[in-house]
């Protein structure tokens, strides 16, 4: 029988107190069998005294062992603490293992009875040596067909076929299955194929980590193919890995060396890694490569003001400015005017927006803070009106007050006579 008693436990069993000799414990094992001896168990208990005699013999066994075995015959009260914390850590740990292996025991069941739920049918079309890859999850490789099922009634009968791969059994319909014939090799083409429809099928899924693992197989059969790695870059992006979305974008980009696509992602992918001057770089290019698309020249000029190139913000900002102004680009140019100094341009640029967008708040609010800096206050008051009637904005009521306070005030006819 196993022991399942610590040494606390069995001086609790036996009422000793450490520290205890084998005389001591032998004494105790006599007291407490004449108080639990089966012969004097009271009617109908005497199986319980039977069990709890036995549990007595074997803590004075465990005990006298202990003292047998301990220097001078003695067992210290360090000496029990130190034997039941390692008892108990030893019982932790076999429950530990325990409750792992029943997780592991579940999980793997819950698997079986997902992947397998033909297990334990007889297949009703038997297919021997026949070896098929599963389109949907091409990451699995190559396995062995074991059998076709059939499954629901009349015009829902849906076949299906279970495989063995490497990772275990996968129960999939059978149309989504590609036979191999081992005799000729795959071209890279259908493997670039087969990874690209995969991929696309878990980002509509929702699993960007699942897609970029799909598009590295496709990436290895045509490390040059663009279409790969303008995928993979989105993947890593949306599965927020960062520095493996950096590296794809390079590699797409020495593939595009003349679309502005690769630089645009990159610059993206580095102002999310917090690399603004790499960012700024891969925007400079870009506008470049698309030098009519003002887009490109206004997130240039935004990631120089981040930069502190004032100058440099407002080059591109102006660029972006004369081939297609928006609310967002002339605020951003009245922000570098600002910077610079320059209160006029930063006024007509705030101007420009509210003429884009009459309703932009942002716009107004700008418009306002710019005219303070001026002498034109009735204009800037007017602009704060203008911005609070499109909305609550604490700082233009603050600056509407001191704008009023600081008007002068005028004396009406009637009191100056």
């Not at 803590?59 to 603490?81: F, H, K, Y």
């Not at 793997?108 to 992947?115: G, I, L, T």
């Not at 699993?207 to 990436?219: D, K, T, W």
């Not at 870059?233 to 980009?253: E, I, K, S």
Request: hydrophobic share 40%; with cysteine; charged share 25%.
């Amino acid at each position: 029988m196993p022991r399942i008693l610590d040494v606390e436990q069995a001086l609790l069993l036996l009422e000793l107190e450490p520290p205890f000799d084998q005389r001591t414990v032998q004494l105790a094992r006599r007291r407490m069998a004449k108080r639990w001896h089966p012969d004097i168990a009271p009617p109908g208990r005497r199986h319980e005294h039977e069990r709890h005699l036995q549990a007595i013999n074997e803590a004075a066994d465990q005990l006298e062992q202990l003292a047998e075995s301990s220097r001078g015959g003695s067992v210290s009260a360090n000496a029990v603490r130190a034997s039941a914390a390692a008892a108990r850590k030893a019982r932790e740990e076999a429950g530990r293992r325990a409750y792992e292996a029943e997780q592991r025991a579940r999980a793997a069941e819950q698997d079986r009875e997902r992947h397998d739920p033909f297990g334990s049918r007889v297949p009703d079309h038997s297919v021997v040596h026949r070896y098929a890859r599963c389109l949907s999850y091409p990451e699995w490789g190559v396995g062995t067909v074991t059998g076709i099922y059939f499954s629901g009634e009349g015009e829902e009968v849906q076949q299906w076929a279970r495989l063995n791969f490497s990772i275990g059994v996968r129960t999939v319909p059978a149309g989504s299955l590609q036979f191999v014939d081992f005799s000729t090799p795959d071209p890279a083409a259908e493997r670039v194929e087969r990874f690209m429809t995969a991929a696309q099928h878990a980002l509509a899924e929702g699993e960007p980590a699942v897609a970029a693992q799909r598009l590295i197989y496709a990436r290895d059969a045509d490390p040059s193919n663009p279409a790969v790695l303008r995928l993979l870059t989105a993947a890593f992006w949306q599965a927020g890995n960062l520095p493996a979305a950096a590296r794809a974008v390079r590699d797409w980009a020495r593939v595009e060396t003349d679309r502005p696509t690769p630089e645009r992602f990159a610059s993206r992918i580095y102002e999310d890694m917090g690399a603004i001057d790499q960012a700024e770089e891969a925007a400079a290019r870009a506008a470049d490569r698309a030098p009519q698309d003002a887009s490109a020249w206004e997130r240039l000029g935004r990631l120089r003001l981040k930069l502190m190139n004032r100058s440099g913000a407002v080059t591109a900002l102006e660029r972006a400015r004369l081939m297609g102004p928006s609310v967002d680009g002339l605020l951003d140019l009245a922000l570098a005017y600002h910077l610079a100094g320059d209160v006029g341009a930063e006024v007509s640029a705030a101007e420009a927006a509210t003429q884009i967008d009459p309703e932009s708040q942002a716009a107004w609010s700008h418009y306002a803070h710019a005219l303070a800096r001026t002498d034109r206050l009735n204009e800037c008051l007017a602009a704060c009106r203008r911005a609070l009637s499109l909305g609550e904005n604490a700082e233009v009521s603050e600056l509407l007050t001191r704008v009023e306070a600081a008007q002068p005030r005028h004396l009406s006819d009637r009191t100056a006579a």
